[in-house]
């Protein structure tokens, strides 16, 4: 990325809309390896540690996918 004394509006509109679009990929990447991980029989506690967050915290945002 360049110096942001050397970006345009346009350039930095552009670097929002990629961020914006790899943060929804990251979302994304991070649903389906939690599933995997439940499907293997990771609690909730392993998923937060491994994510940082805590087990109650992994639970709310992804206990659907338990179904």
């Given at each position: 990325?360049?110096?942001?004394?050397?970006?345009?509006?346009?350039?930095?509109?552009?670097?929002?809309?990629d961020?914006?679009?790899?943060?929804?990929?990251?979302?994304?990447?991070?649903?389906?390896?939690?599933?995997?991980?439940?499907?293997?029989?990771?609690?909730?506690?392993?998923?937060?540690?491994?994510?940082?967050?805590?087990?109650?915290?992994?639970?709310e945002?992804?206990?659907?996918?338990?179904r």
């Open positions: 990325m360049p110096l942001y004394t050397t970006m345009t509006r346009g350039d930095v509109l552009a670097e929002l809309g961020l914006h679009r790899r943060q929804l990929d990251v979302d994304a990447d991070r649903t389906l390896t939690v599933s995997r991980a439940r499907a293997l029989g990771l609690t909730w506690e392993e998923i937060g540690l491994e994510l940082n967050m805590t087990r109650q915290s992994a639970w945002r992804w206990h659907h996918l338990d």
